[in-house]
């Protein structure tokens, strides 16, 4: 039941605002805002399996949506606007050592972070900033940040295909369903908490 009101309301809210409203939700994703992609491209992938919305059209638009999210935030890092993240970032639930947290992540591992922080909670909110603030070429920026979001977005994607596509099957078991939702849900509040702590944690050592 509780998965069915979910994806209902969700996937509602997206067919309304169609192609230009998962544009923006990925353009934030890719910016500072708490918005994940994993709470907007299975849900997109669910219409497309209704009919409402097409694999080409939505992987295009949420592709150039992290995009264009991703070269904000390099571009606000390579003309030193970070300090405005440090400043306002706690109003989006973005503290200042999430961001200390990931230029040292940036710099560690160099370029490939831009590929890999597109799977990790919270950094990839923010990895585009030290990217532009070290001044990283553009081109392996846009080749990594596309690599990435392609690959994140089309697999979520394709989850809510799938789900979509089965609903029928998956219809009459709902109840463990639900249990298995709530029980993801709990699991990433419980991440989001861990990974929060744990930066804080390393922030206050140094």
């Known amino acids: 039941m509780i998965t069915e009101i979910l994806i209902e309301y969700i996937t509602q809210f997206i067919s309304a605002i169609g ?5 923006i939700l990925m353009m934030l994703e890719s910016m500072v805002a708490p918005v994940p992609a994993e709470a907007v491209m299975p849900f997109a992938g669910f219409l497309i399996a209704d009919g409402k919305f097409t694999f080409a059209n939505v992987m295009l638009i949420s592709t150039l949506g992290s995009l264009v999210g991703s070269l904000i935030s390099y571009y606000t890092g390579y003309f030193g606007g970070q300090i405005l993240i440090r400043k ?5 639930f973005l503290e200042e050592y999430h961001l200390d947290w990931t230029i040292r992540f940036f710099e560690k591992y160099g370029s490939s972070t831009i590929l890999i922080s597109r799977f990790i909670p919270v950094v990839r909110h923010l990895i585009s900033i030290p990217a532009g603030y070290a001044k990283m070429k553009i081109i392996p920026f846009l080749i990594y940040t ?3 979001a392609i690959t994140w977005n089309g697999f979520l994607v394709y989850v809510g295909f799938k789900l979509g596509e089965n609903w029928n099957i998956i219809e009459k078991y709902t109840s463990i369903v639900d249990i298995i939702v709530i029980g993801l849900i709990t699991a990433g509040i ?9 930066l804080k944690a390393v922030h206050k050592t140094e």
């Open 146 to 148: 596309l690599i990435g």
């Open 19 to 23: 192609y230009p409203g998962i544009f």
């Open 88 to 92: 306002f970032g706690k109003y989006i």
């Open 190 to 198: 419980v991440l989001w908490i861990v990974l929060h702590i744990r």
